[in-house]
């Protein structure tokens, strides 16, 4: 795909929500199987203490939030995880650490056992422990993952007003050392923190402008923390959720859409419209990385309902194709 000028862009933003909602869908048939949502599970090997302000976030030790801190799991108590996960249709792992940047040390040697161990069962392992470089991408990579996450979050213009203690570059410059390394790209951002539209339309053309597309975008809604700077911050409506899933599958039509924070608050209707416009995976198990999330068996039901079915990994569809 060629890349879309900015204003287009802009254009596509602001159809009619009808009009836009058809255009997403029809998109969404011509490249997925629109049955097959990934189901996907966070866990959080490294809570809390962060070194970085990000206003969003509970795990920053710049505020004072009721999380429970711990330090780096020992990876034996990932197999629970993994053994829910093989159970439950549930096709990736995420692991999350609220670290600022990945260190060479015993941790490291710990993360990369951690993402054998999933591997090896033949899920999808995604990383999200901040800024990298491209050598310790290539180990993660050597050692089986899959993707690392690394979410823009909002536009560079909106990013000094959420956080402070790193500017738009670096993450851009994390994102570049990921794709060296061979990973697929998992990047996004939050609505809901006060941004304006033309934010959310800028955040989605420096996605669409990466070569290749990220292959996987969340898209989360804003979790208000108490304690964070973003606590009081008013809820946005499920029709700017919708318009903003939408908008995100048409231009980046190849890319896993990710219903992820925020999923607590919506209906099943809501969740329904987001999948009709293209959202294909959702984070599920009743814990986000610290924060509350859907009941695992209310899911289930959604899926029954819907008619929705639980995709696969790349390493399953693999192992199924050498067996037939
Ligand atoms: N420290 C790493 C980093 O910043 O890349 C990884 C962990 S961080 C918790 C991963 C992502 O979770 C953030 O980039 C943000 O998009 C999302 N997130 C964190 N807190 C959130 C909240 N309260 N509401 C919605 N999304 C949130
Ligand atoms: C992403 O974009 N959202 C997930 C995952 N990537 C790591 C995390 C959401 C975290 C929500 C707040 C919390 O539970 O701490
Ligand atoms: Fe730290 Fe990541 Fe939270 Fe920012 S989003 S405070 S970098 S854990």
């Not at 949502?37 to 490294?46: D, E, F, H, N, W």
């Not at 050692?143 to 993450?171: M, V």
Request: with cysteine.
């Amino acid at each position: 795909m060629h890349p879309l000028s900015k204003e287009k862009m802009k254009g596509i933003y602001e159809l009619p929500l009808i009009e836009l909602i058809h255009k997403a869908a029809e998109i969404h048939r011509k490249n997925f199987d629109v049955k097959q949502v990934q189901i996907s599970s966070l866990v959080s090997i490294k809570t809390g203490g962060c070194p970085e302000d990000c206003a969003y976030c509970p795990q920053s030790a710049k505020y004072n939030t009721e999380i429970k801190i711990h330090k780096l799991i020992e990876p034996e108590e990932l197999k629970a995880n993994i053994e829910y996960a093989k159970k439950h249709g549930i096709s990736r792992i995420c692991l999350g650490a609220a670290w600022r940047e990945v260190r060479n040390n015993r941790d490291f040697d710990k993360v990369i056992e951690m993402v054998t161990m999933i591997t090896n069962e033949d899920l999808e392992v995604c990383a999200t422990f901040g800024m990298i470089e491209e050598e310790q991408a290539r180990k993660l990579a050597e050692a089986g993952l899959y993707a690392y996450n690394h979410n823009l979050d909002t536009s560079e213009a909106y990013y000094d007003k959420i956080i402070s203690t790193r500017n738009y570059s670096d993450r851009l410059k994390t994102l570049n050392n990921v794709r060296k390394a061979g990973l697929t790209i998992c990047s996004g951002g939050i609505i809901g923190m006060g941004e304006s539209a033309e934010d959310r339309i800028s955040m989605l053309y420096t996605l669409h402008l990466l070569q290749p597309h990220p292959e996987s975008v969340p898209i989360n809604t804003l979790v208000p923390v108490k304690g964070t700077p973003l606590e009081d911050q008013p809820k946005i409506s499920v029709w700017e959720l919708v318009r903003m899933i939408a908008t995100t599958r048409i231009v980046l039509p190849q890319s896993m859409v990710r219903l992820s924070a925020g999923r607590l608050e919506l209906s099943t209707e809501a969740q329904a419209l987001c999948f009709i416009a293209g959202a294909n995976s959702i984070f599920a198990g009743d814990k986000l990385l610290t924060t509350p999330n859907n009941d695992f068996n209310k899911d289930k039901q959604m899926f029954d309902l819907l008619g929705l079915q639980p995709k696969p990994s790349v390493h399953q569809k693999i192992a199924e194709y050498n067996r037939n």
